[in-house]
Every structure is written in C-alpha cells, then in structure tokens.
C-alpha cells in the first residue's frame, strides 16, 4: 500500500498523542533495532543494484509478516523534499533516512507507532514508539515486529558480539531506548545540569527534539542509550525504567512546584505572555511558535491554565512545523511566508480564548 500523506498531515501521531503515562513530563517511549541482511555489505560499501535489492527483500520480508502486511509503505528516495521533511516531522523517519542518497523506504502503520525505515544507517531500522511512559509496551511490540521479520530474511549475527551493525555503538543488542521529555521548568530554574549529570551517569545521551545534533527547541529533550555491546535488551530498557528516567520526571516535577511556590506571578506572567503572543502575532518563526507552546503547555499541567486543551496544543505544535504548514496550505513558502502563514494559523485557533 501507498501512502497518501495528504492524508498524514491533518492526524496526531503516536509520538505526540499526549494519552500515555506520565504524560505531563514524558512526550513520548521509542525504542529501535538495528538490523542487517546477511549476505549483503553495509550500506557505506553496497553497490547502487545491492541498495535496491535490499529495499526489494526488506518491503516483501514485511508483506509476508503477518500484520506488518498493512504497512503503508512509501519510497523515500522518490519523495520530495517537502514530504521527505514531513515524516521527519512525525518523527516516521530520522534526518539522515531524509538526507541520504539512493535507494530506500519507509514502512509505517496508521497509528504511527510502527515504522521500518530501509537502507538508513543500516539495512533495516525497526522503530516503535508509544505515547508517554510506556517502555515495557513499547519492547514487547518491536520484539514481535523482529520476531516477524527474522522469520522472512536471514540477520547478520556473531555468536560473540551479537548483532553486526554499520556503527560500533550499536553492536551487541542493536537496540536504542529513547525517552522524548518536556522540561521546561529545569530550564527555567536552571537545573538542567542535573539531567545531563544523570545522564553521563548512565552513558545515556541528551539530544534534541529530531535527535543527533539537534537542538532541544520547545524545551523538548530526547535520553538514550549509547552503548549496546554486552548489555542484554531487559538490562538497558530496566536502567530508564527504574533510575534515570523516574529521576528527570521527579526533578522536573519538584522544579515545577517550586516556581508555583516562590515565583507564581512570573510563571503566570511567561504563560499569559506566550498565550497572548500566539493569539495576536502577525508574524511566527517555528522557533518562537515552539516556546511559546511549551510555556502554554507548562500553563496546562500546573493548573495555571485551562483556557485551552492539550489535543490543541499538539495538535498546533505539529501542524505549525514547517513541512506540514506548506503541505495544509498547499504551495511551497518563503521563510517569511511561512512566519506569515503559521501567525494566522495561531490566530484562527486560538482567537476565541479570553485572557484574564
């Protein structure tokens, strides 16, 4: 089945739904394999023919693998920029999956939560992602995605180091965890060091909100594992679900009752400030936009606003991105157009609440 992404565009992905545990702090659980075909060389030394081969044996593995066969499946390579930039944004695909050159794909379901990119970084990168706080769920279902395709190729595995794949780091397990948080009050308190503390604890890393070498915009940071080489699967999702991840979640949530306590009027003042701005600019950069959402969300989960729900703000948050506010308005932009489109976009939304 084709995608049509027309349709993607108007819908909440999993990743930002906004319904799973733990919701107020943790965005969203991801956790992805790599895996490579036996037989065939890393991506970095695969022939034009081998790349289509591999894109070729990987869509049909996922055809024949039980209920993967509803996969919407799309060429990536044949994508323009635009729709390429738009499942970024969904977080459907990674960066680098956009910018390669060659051969490759994306298979992903309705929902969101599943999604096979071929010929990323490796052969295959399975990628599962559940709304909140859901580690546990989000391992038993890519084990079953794994489990589906294993049974239609053959991976490239060593009885010593597990499984071979194109970077060192990811050697052993293949596996990545990665937890998407909303932390705007350790930023504002300042604390954020303790996050990163944490973090170089575990040998986790702190990325932004689309991964490597991204900022953390809209007060959104990403915590994964970096190393996989002699840790089991259980071992690494363990560490996030009983140390690092219940510590960020309560340093966030201590931060947050803090500034309630001892600077309510300049918190209100943040929050009323960035709902305001949102309602009345003529002119929005996707970065502004992004604050100013993070503070209105900050303003939702105090109980410091109510003027709004939360299916709204994710709702603007995605469709203000720069991809999906070209495609909902149906021509390419300029840089200024775009800041011209996304103001009215907040202004139609958002006109209607009253401030007090």
Same mark, same amino acid.
């Given at each position: 089945?084709? $995608?049509? !992404?027309?349709?993607?565009?108007?819908?909440?992905?999993?990743?930002?739904?906004?319904?799973?545990?733990?919701?107020?702090?943790?965005?969203?659980?991801?956790?992805?394999?790599?895996?490579?075909?036996?037989?065939?060389?890393?991506?970095?030394?695969?022939?034009?023919? #081998?790349?289509?081969?591999?894109?070729?044996?990987?869509? +049909?593995?996922?055809?024949?693998?039980? =209920? !993967?066969?509803?996969?919407?499946?799309? =060429?990536?390579?044949?994508?323009?920029?635009?729709?390429?930039?738009?499942?970024?944004?969904?977080?459907?695909?990674?960066?680098?999956? $956009?910018?390669?050159?060659?051969?490759?794909?994306? $298979?992903?379901?309705?929902?969101?939560?599943?999604?096979?990119?071929?010929?990323?970084?490796?052969?295959?990168?399975?990628? %599962?992602?559940?709304?909140?706080?859901?580690?546990?769920?989000?391992?038993?279902?890519?084990?079953?995605?794994?489990?589906?395709?294993?049974?239609?190729?053959?991976?490239?595995?060593?009885?010593?180091?597990?499984?071979?794949?194109?970077?060192?780091?990811?050697?052993? @397990?293949?596996?990545?965890?990665?937890?998407?948080?909303?932390?705007?009050?350790?930023?504002? @308190?300042?604390?954020?060091?303790?996050?990163?503390?944490?973090?170089?604890?575990?040998?986790?890393?702190?990325?932004?909100?689309?991964?490597?070498?991204?900022?953390?915009?809209?007060?959104?940071?990403?915590?994964?594992?970096?190393?996989?080489?002699?840790?089991?699967?259980?071992?690494?999702?363990?560490?996030?679900?009983?140390?690092?991840?219940?510590?960020? &979640?309560?340093?966030?949530?201590?931060?947050?009752?803090?500034?309630?306590?001892?600077? #309510?009027?300049? %918190?209100? =003042?943040? &929050?009323?400030?960035?709902?305001?701005? !949102?309602?009345?600019?003529?002119?929005?950069?996707?970065?502004?936009?992004?604050?100013?959402?993070?503070?209105?969300?900050?303003?939702?989960? +105090?109980?410091?606003?109510?003027?709004?729900?939360?299916?709204?703000?994710?709702?603007?948050?995605?469709?203000?991105?720069? $991809?999906?506010?070209?495609?909902? #308005?149906?021509?390419?932009?300029?840089?200024?157009?775009?800041?011209?489109?996304?103001?009215?976009?907040?202004?139609?939304?958002?006109?209607?609440?009253?401030?007090?």
């Amino acid at each position: 089945m084709t $995608a049509p !992404l027309g349709d993607v565009v108007r819908q909440l992905g999993e990743w930002l739904r906004g319904s799973g545990p733990q919701s107020d702090v943790v965005i969203s659980t991801r956790i992805r394999l790599a895996r490579n075909l036996r037989g065939f060389p890393f991506l970095s030394r695969a022939s034009v023919e #081998q790349r289509a081969e591999l894109v070729q044996t990987l869509a +049909t593995a996922s055809r024949r693998a039980g =209920d !993967l066969a509803k996969l919407i499946h799309v =060429d990536v390579e044949k994508l323009d920029e635009l729709d390429r930039q738009l499942l970024v944004e969904r977080h459907i695909i990674s960066r680098q999956h $956009a910018e390669a050159n060659g051969a490759r794909a994306v $298979a992903f379901d309705r929902e969101e939560s599943v999604s096979l990119m071929m010929n990323e970084e490796d052969h295959l990168r399975m990628q %599962v992602i559940r709304s909140g706080l859901q580690l546990e769920e989000a391992w038993e279902l890519i084990s079953r995605v794994d489990d589906s395709i294993d049974q239609q190729v053959e991976y490239a595995y060593h009885a010593q180091f597990g499984y071979l794949t194109a970077c060192p780091t990811n050697v052993g @397990t293949g596996l990545r965890v990665s937890v998407m948080l909303h932390l705007p009050a350790l930023r504002l @308190t300042g604390e954020l060091e303790k996050v990163a503390h944490a973090a170089r604890e575990m040998k986790l890393a702190v990325r932004g909100l689309f991964g490597e070498g991204t900022e953390a915009l809209g007060d959104f940071f990403q915590i994964s594992n970096q190393i996989t080489l002699g840790r089991g699967e259980l071992d690494l999702i363990d560490d996030f679900r009983k140390d690092v991840i219940p510590k960020i &979640i309560e340093y966030e949530l201590a931060a947050r009752r803090s500034l309630i306590k001892s600077r #309510q009027q300049a %918190v209100d =003042d943040k &929050i009323w400030r960035a709902l305001g701005t !949102l309602r009345n600019a003529r002119l929005m950069s996707s970065n502004e936009a992004m604050q100013c959402l993070s503070y209105v969300r900050l303003g939702l989960h +105090t109980g410091r606003l109510s003027a709004i729900d939360l299916h709204t703000v994710n709702e603007l948050f995605l469709q203000s991105q720069q $991809a999906h506010l070209q495609k909902l #308005q149906g021509e390419r932009l300029t840089g200024e157009q775009r800041s011209v489109v996304r103001a009215a976009l907040f202004r139609s939304r958002l006109g209607h609440i009253n401030q007090n």
